[in-house]
């Protein structure tokens, strides 16, 4: 072996061990400290925000859910409505529809989405607010617009037997402004108020 | 509050807050690079790596240090992903294909962090956190230890000694990275980010379904995914995944560490080479183009051009209700500008000119203000080339920081100026040219080819965000892309510490009444003048085949 090629190889050996140090200090260390942190400090968190009802847990108040009837695709007329999603909520398929602001197929999803909604809500087309009728990023977006909920109401109030009002209470108490007065959006939590609603008792 | 409001406090507070916290870390980082002690947890390190921090590099040695230390990275990397069926916490996954294990191989190694694959349904916990994440910290630390490498080159006279690459590497991550991603963690974390190592949670909801929940350790890797401007995220959605982006004030926080050792080394730069001016002049020259990007996209996004979006009534298709267009035009164009590529909301979505102005936000190559490390010398390297083209227009020998810039040290420039765009307009043209391209859109016409464009340009600048309709799982463009990302990182490294090099040699010029003041806001005037003349006459062409043709159209 001449010396280059042993300056090379002493070379790529220190290189190696220099990367697998770094990896204990980087990806063992540093995360087993930071997993230890979290969950003595925000363990509910750490662990995916799980909400539970009559004792078992049923989500995450971070992750949207579907509320179809069940094992159709048709929406429930009971419970509030999450914005569309194509992996219907499914948090092993994350990801949009990547679908451009003009494209064709996009203009006829919007187009039908918004009759729908205007349909099972029984409002006029040009009531149904953007959120309603377009796919978030995540296709887990855990939230509304208060438009979107308020669109809902009398629907629902209707499919349950209760007064307007009540549910139009339940949104408002569930309505969110933006976090600390000015970041992001004012939204309402859907899995949070259609529990809320499943705890009202009827009239 | 009306939602002009709202943006406009989100934007000053962000701006506020990186106005205060530069100046301390700025200076921090230049004490840690210029320190002379070594603690003993990195005496311990430098022993088992077998390397002498106090030995001075020249610029071939630092180079091929650099380039052994990223070749490691990428062999440990693809075998990680080839033998994870094999290794403990798989997930129960699946080893990847060889030509995805080489993409993903070279996208986090390059910082690029571009990703062929879904987290969520093809990394084991082992990968991701012991693989990946490290890659997070240490491509990292290259990127900032290649500019300290140029800064020193400015800095030093009649010496070729660049400094030691262990030592920069080293202090770098334990320093700076890991301290500063360790709190970012925790705060995301009590914003609502997951962290554990569950495996995946069934639940019946109360309709009766079944829903599974994933874990993971999620906000460290989020942390330093955007600290270290790598984009890489834990799940297919990125930072648009709730568990990874919560609310309105983690999502602030994000965009936050995005920008922030972008914009504190030009105070590192200007400590160093002893005038802190000399960086101030740097950073304003990143910060108005970032601005005018805010600004331009934040508008588009708000009047919502296109047909969908008009029906609509909003942009708001692949953004969260959380966030809202504005908080999503932020931290778009912050993670296009900064080489970093995390998303919030999904870039193919926005408006026609909305990623006409994100793309252009790349192909000015990552410098306003760039990912770590790799946007100062990025940016130093436009200034060697505007303070030349100002020399010209006076007719004397043009000199920067007291260094004379002749030949050699612009043909240094030069070369790496052609790199990136060589890759991306070769790149794109191959892939369109083949019909690799065509196969790979989710979208038709003028938008489609934007995928195409978009794929190439933001790998070869080591960005790593996409126009994700874009299919790239294919051989042909997990090779290209790979490709792309390696020569793109590399390639100008090269060129920047050779320059180091030749300037760190010679003896500083006093300066003289003919002297091109570089502290002053003129100087910024043409700083920028020149960037957006190089990328504007590089790739106006192909901006107008595609986001130009499609926002003209709608």
């Known amino acids: 072996m001449n010396t280059s090629a042993r300056t090379t190889a002493r070379l790529l050996s220190s290189a190696l061990r220099a990367l697998l140090v770094l990896s204990v200090v980087t990806g063992v260390v540093y995360p087993l400290a930071v997993t230890g942190i979290a969950q003595a400090a925000f363990h509910d968190k750490a662990n995916g925000s799980v909400i539970e009802h009559d004792g078992r847990a049923v989500g995450s108040k971070l992750i949207g859910q579907s509320w179809n009837l069940k094992g159709t695709d048709a929406p429930d007329p009971r419970w509030f409505q999450p914005r569309p999603s194509h992996s219907t909520y499914d948090p092993l398929t994350t990801g949009s529809s990547q679908l451009g602001a003009s494209d064709p197929t996009l203009v006829k999803t919007v187009r039908e989405t918004r009759k729908q909604v205007a349909a099972f809500n ?7 607010p953007k959120d309603a009728v377009t796919g978030s990023a995540s296709a887990l977006d855990p939230h509304i617009s208060p438009a979107y909920a308020e669109i809902q109401i009398a629907r629902v109030a209707k499919a349950r037997g209760l007064t307007e009002s009540r549910v139009a209470d339940l949104v408002n108490d569930h309505e969110e402004g933006r976090d600390l007065g000015f970041l992001g959006n004012a939204r309402v939590n859907v899995l949070e108020l259609n529990l809320a609603l499943s705890r009202l008792p009827a009239n | 509050m009306s939602p002009t409001l709202a943006s406009v406090l989100q934007v000053s507070a962000l701006v506020a807050a990186l106005a205060l916290v530069h100046r301390p870390l700025g200076d921090h980082m230049a004490r840690v690079y210029a320190g002379t002690k070594h603690s003993r947890a990195e005496r311990w390190i430098y022993r088992a790596v077998g390397a002498d921090p106090d030995a001075g590099m020249r610029w071939p040695a630092y180079l091929r240090t650099v380039l052994a230390f990223s070749l490691a990275g990428v062999l440990l990397l693809y075998a990680l992903q080839r033998l994870q069926d094999r290794l403990p916490l798989s997930l129960g996954f699946a080893p990847l ?9 070279a996208s986090f190694t390059s910082n690029t962090n571009w990703q062929s694959y879904a987290g969520e349904s093809a990394m084991s916990h082992l990968t991701q956190t012991g693989g990946l994440a490290v890659q997070n910290f240490v491509s990292a630390a290259v990127g900032m230890s290649v500019a300290v490498a140029l800064i020193r080159g400015f800095a030093r006279a009649r010496t070729g000694e660049l400094g030691n690459f262990w030592a920069d590497l080293v202090r770098g991550t334990v320093r700076i990275l890991l301290p500063v991603s360790a709190a970012a963690a925790v705060l995301l974390v009590a914003a609502g980010a997951v962290q554990n190592f569950s495996d995946v949670q069934s639940v019946t909801t109360v309709t009766g379904q079944t829903q599974h929940l994933t874990g993971g350790a999620v906000a460290s890797q989020e942390a330093i995914k955007d600290l270290g401007t790598n984009g890489g995220g834990f799940y297919n959605a990125n930072s648009s995944h709730p568990f990874e982006n919560p609310d309105g004030s983690s999502n602030l926080l994000e965009v936050f560490l995005l920008l922030l050792i972008p914009f504190s080394l030009p105070r590192t730069f200007g400590t160093m080479v002893g005038s802190v001016r000399q960086g101030y002049a740097v950073v304003a020259a990143m910060a108005g183009i970032w601005f005018a990007g805010v600004v331009a996209v934040t ?13 609509a009534g909003g942009a708001m298709e692949g953004k969260e209700q959380r966030f809202g267009e504005s908080a999503s035009s932020l931290f778009a164009v912050s993670t296009t500008m900064t080489s970093t590529g995390s998303v919030n909301s999904f870039h193919d979505s926005f408006s026609g000119l909305s990623g006409g102005v994100l793309l252009f936000g790349m192909m000015i190559g990552e410098i306003a203000p760039g990912g770590v490390g790799s946007g100062l010398y990025g940016m130093l390297v436009m200034a060697v080339v505007a303070v030349f083209l100002a020399g010209l227009m006076v007719g004397r020998t043009p000199e920067y920081l007291g260094k004379r810039l002749g030949p050699r040290e612009m043909k240094l420039a030069a070369c790496y100026l052609l790199v990136t765009p060589a890759l991306v307009l070769s790149g794109t043209a191959l892939a369109m040219g083949t019909g690799n391209g065509e196969s790979a859109m989710t979208n038709t016409g003028p938008h489609g080819f934007s995928e195409v464009l978009y794929a190439y340009t933001s790998a070869s600048n080591n960005n790593g965000s996409a126009f994700a309709g874009f299919g790239a799982d294919t051989g042909f463009h997990n090779t290209a892309l790979g490709l792309c990302m390696l020569l793109g990182r590399f390639l100008p490294m090269v060129f920047v510490l050779a320059l180091a090099g030749s300037l760190a040699r010679q003896r500083p010029a006093p300066a003289s009444a003919g002297t091109l003041r570089t ?12 960037v957006a003349v190089v990328a504007g006459l590089t790739f106006f062409p192909s901006l107008a085949l595609g986001p130009l043709a499609e926002g003209l159209a709608a």
């Open chain 2, 299 to 311: 508008l588009l996004e708000a009047a919502h051009p296109g047909t969908a979006a008009q029906l």
């Open chain 1, 122 to 128: 029984g409002v006029p087309p040009s009531a149904v």
């Open chain 2, 519 to 530: 502290d002053k806001p003129l100087f910024t005037g043409v700083l920028v003048a020149c």
């Open chain 2, 97 to 105: 294909s060889p030509d995805q294990a080489f993409n993903t191989a």
